[in-house]
Every structure is written in C-alpha cells, then in structure tokens.
C-alpha cells in the first residue's frame, strides 16, 4: 500500500461516519470465493460506471450501503460520490476523473478491504 493511501486511511479512520462501516461474513466470504483480483476489478468497474464521468447519474445516491464488498468499502473511504471524493480527497467535482484519479479510488478501497480482512486474520 503507498502512503498516501495509508495516510487517507488513517484519516477516515478518525471519522465517526467513515468508521462505522465493517466488512460483515458474507462480504468476506465473497472476497473469498471470487479472490482480490476480482475483487480489484470490480471496484474499477464500479468507479467507472458510476463516479468516474463529470456528471454521474444519480450522484450523491449511486452506491448502495451494501451488496458488495467495494460498496462498503466506497462509503468507508469517501469514495461513495463526487461530493464525498471532493471533500476528502480533492477531486473536484463537475469534470470527469483523471486515471490517475480512478487509480487512487481503486487503491483506496482495496487498501481499506485488505486491513478488514486483515482484521480477522489475527
């Protein structure tokens, strides 16, 4: 994990809302029967179906609060809309995400999936 994606996590993490949200069984189940990489990819998909253009359809209301692990994980890491990754992560809103951009969003929430698996692992 780099470190910016360390250190925005460790923000979020002092975020009572950002918080709350935990990997439940049956997401880490699912991780487990489709693998990180799938994983990995979904989260990419998602992010572009949803977030990546200038104006998202729906925004503010596109990622459900469960259903799949990367929807958690959005809602954890302020990647859940474009006001959410304006505030936290400084992507202004109104044009589309860079590659760069997606980039980071997928490594955040692969960052932050991978410590609630770790979690279990101890």
């Not at 989260?43 to 459900?64: M, S, W």
């Not at 474009?82 to 109104?94: M, N, S, T, V």
């Not at 951009?101 to 410590?115: K, N, P, R, Y």
Request: glycine share 6%; aromatic share 8%.
């Amino acid at each position: 994990m780099d470190e910016y994606v360390l250190h925005k996590l460790s923000t979020l993490k002092k975020s009572k809302f950002r918080s709350k949200f935990r990997l439940m069984s049956k997401d880490r189940m699912y991780i487990a029967k489709k693998d990180l990489g799938t994983i990995r990819q979904h989260a990419f998909e998602f992010v572009h179906a949803r977030i990546a253009t200038d104006l998202p359809k729906n925004d503010g209301k596109q990622t459900p609060m469960r259903g799949h692990p990367v929807f958690i994980a959005q809602h954890a890491t302020a990647t859940c809309c474009r006001g959410c990754i304006q505030k936290w992560h400084g992507f202004e809103k109104g044009r589309a995400l860079s590659g760069e951009e997606v980039d980071i969003i997928v490594a955040l929430i692969i960052g932050w999936i991978e410590l609630q698996l770790d979690k279990t692992d101890r």
